[in-house]
């Protein structure tokens, strides 16, 4: 059973920096690209950042320079570190992989970035 758990969010002012987990079980992690995505009220789920199994890593455009997505394949972890933080950037966060063309999704876990 694929297993995703996302820790991390909060409260944070602008500027500031926040850095997200996600802990994944029941996959051979190190095989896996991994996903963050985020998603506000109304809006449909966006990707944020994307690592492959070669630590290939791609950004949207939108976080290009602030946020960074890296992996640990001895502990299963894809980490977010996300600095200057902006009100904007305000979403539920979640991890994901997809495994045989299912998708897997973590709880998500909030982030608010607010004065």
């Known amino acids: 059973q694929v297993r995703l758990v996302e820790s991390g969010g909060g409260l944070v002012q602008p500027g500031g920096s926040l850095r997200l987990s996600c802990t994944a079980s029941g996959i051979n992690f190190k095989l896996y690209t991994m996903d963050w995505n985020r998603q506000v009220p109304g809006k449909e789920r966006e990707l944020v950042a994307r690592i492959d199994s070669r630590g290939t890593k791609t950004y949207e455009d939108s976080v290009k320079g602030r946020f960074t997505i890296s992996r640990d394949n001895v502990w299963n972890k894809v980490f977010l570190q996300m600095n200057s933080l902006k009100p904007e950037d305000t979403a539920v966060y979640y991890c994901?992989?997809?495994?045989?063309?299912?998708?897997?999704w973590g709880q998500g876990t909030q982030v608010t970035v607010s004065s």
């Open positions: 994901n992989t997809t495994r045989a063309g299912t998708v897997f």
